[in-house]
């Protein structure tokens, strides 16, 4: 379990899984994937209605924590990452999904959605896929499922220019099913995911199935993506793009550059970390 990541039972059989991880913007690391992949697993076993995926004060996720893929790029090995089982596990869970977004949903944290039954945003929601500005490829079945969900020449522009897009965007694009307020989104979430809990369990989760189309071909993307992506992490291109965010800043106190000086972009995967380490040693222990 991570202290990072919350589980609770809520009304009409759903459960809640909240990402906490505040000081970093609620980056994931090997221990919050394996907490999110417990949960939905154990949804499944014990036959939850639906699962809710949220983050928390105005965040969902910053995606994958890049102290992780530099410890991996520096010579992890790739195929029992966390991240990859949380994947497998988030493309086979049988349990509805239902996604709260609010704030910045980063990487994972939008490719995650496209796994989900129902997608609720705030108009203050940053969407971003910046994987080809790390120097990596997409994850999480997206190079498979976002063309089929906006088309090909929408899904290369946001896969290959890497650029942002806001809640209404989403909604507009087929990617959330509605904007809400910042007040309304958990409670909607919530309360739509209770209607998915009362419907007939068989039938919904054939529906599901029917919906979601061949699991095979989403299996081939997922390990396609897996190979490309090992193969990009180690790549002279990701580690040079992924230090220059952990390193950015240094020199300044507590990492930060020069007060005034535009340090990294609010919708972007640019930043820096301080040189604590802190997180790093986490990343080689949640990465072995
Ligand atoms: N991995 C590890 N740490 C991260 C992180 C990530 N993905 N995203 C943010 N953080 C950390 C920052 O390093 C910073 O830590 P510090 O205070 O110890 O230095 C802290 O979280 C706050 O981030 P900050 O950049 O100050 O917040 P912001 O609101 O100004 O910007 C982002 C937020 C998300 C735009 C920016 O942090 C960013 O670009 N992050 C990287 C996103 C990314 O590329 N994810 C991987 C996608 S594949």
Same mark, same amino acid.
């Given at each position: 379990?991570?202290?990072?990541?919350?589980?609770?039972?809520?009304?009409? @059989?759903?459960?809640?899984?909240?990402?906490?991880?505040?000081?970093?913007? @609620?980056?994931?690391?090997?221990?919050?994937?394996?907490?999110?992949?417990?949960?939905?697993?154990?949804?499944?076993?014990?036959?939850? %209605?639906?699962?809710?995926?949220?983050?928390?004060?105005?965040?969902?996720?910053?995606? @994958?924590?890049?102290?992780? &893929?530099?410890?991996?790029?520096? %010579?992890?090995?790739?195929?029992? /990452?966390?991240?990859?089982?949380?994947?497998?596990?988030?493309? %086979?869970?049988?349990?509805? +999904?239902?996604?709260?977004?609010?704030?910045?949903?980063?990487?994972?944290?939008?490719?995650?959605?496209?796994?989900?039954?129902?997608?609720?945003?705030?108009?203050?929601?940053?969407?971003?896929?910046?994987?080809?500005?790390?120097?990596?490829?997409?994850?999480?079945?997206?190079?498979?499922?976002?063309?089929?969900?906006?088309?090909?020449?929408?899904?290369?522009?946001?896969?290959?220019?890497?650029? #942002?897009?806001?809640?209404?965007?989403?909604?507009?694009?087929?990617?959330?099913?509605?904007?809400?307020?910042?007040?309304?989104?958990?409670?909607?979430?919530?309360?739509?995911?209770?209607? +998915?809990?009362? *419907? #007939? /369990?068989?039938?919904?989760?054939?529906? /599901?199935?029917?919906?979601?189309?061949?699991?095979?071909?989403?299996?081939?993307?997922?390990?396609?993506? &897996?190979?490309?992506?090992?193969?990009?992490?180690?790549? #002279?291109?990701? *580690?040079?793009?992924?230090?220059?965010?952990?390193?950015?800043?240094?020199?300044? *106190? *507590?990492?930060?550059?020069?007060?005034?000086?535009?340090?990294?972009?609010?919708?972007?995967?640019? %930043?820096?970390?301080?040189?604590?380490?802190?997180?790093?040693?986490?990343?080689?222990?949640?990465?072995?």
């Amino acid at each position: 379990m991570s202290a990072h990541v919350a589980v609770t039972a809520e009304a009409g @059989n759903v459960v809640l899984v909240r990402l906490a991880r505040p000081d970093k913007k @609620n980056a994931l690391t090997g221990a919050m994937y394996d907490a999110v992949r417990e949960a939905l697993a154990e949804a499944d076993r014990s036959g939850a %209605g639906a699962v809710v995926l949220t983050g928390s004060d105005g965040v969902f996720t910053a995606g @994958n924590d890049l102290a992780d &893929f530099l410890a991996v790029s520096e %010579g992890g090995s790739g195929g029992a /990452r966390p991240a990859q089982r949380f994947i497998r596990q988030l493309a %086979g869970t049988q349990t509805p +999904l239902v996604a709260a977004v609010d704030g910045l949903a980063i990487g994972v944290g939008t490719t995650l959605t496209l796994h989900c039954d129902l997608v609720f945003a705030t108009a203050r929601t940053t969407f971003r896929m910046p994987f080809v500005d790390l120097g990596l490829v997409p994850e999480a079945g997206s190079s498979h499922l976002l063309p089929r969900r906006v088309g090909h020449l929408k899904a290369a522009e946001l896969l290959l220019l890497g650029d #942002p897009y806001d809640g209404a965007d989403a909604v507009r694009l087929g990617l959330a099913n509605a904007l809400l307020a910042p007040e309304d989104l958990l409670p909607r979430a919530l309360a739509e995911a209770a209607r +998915l809990a009362g *419907k #007939p /369990r068989d039938a919904l989760t054939a529906t /599901r199935r029917l919906l979601r189309g061949d699991r095979a071909a989403l299996t081939a993307a997922i390990d396609a993506e &897996f190979a490309a992506f090992d193969m990009a992490l180690t790549s #002279p291109e990701a *580690k040079a793009a992924i230090q220059a965010f952990l390193e950015r800043g240094r020199g300044s *106190k *507590k990492g930060r550059p020069p007060s005034g000086e535009q340090h990294h972009q609010a919708d972007g995967c640019e %930043g820096r970390r301080d040189e604590t380490g802190e997180t790093r040693s986490e990343a080689h222990r949640s990465n072995s």
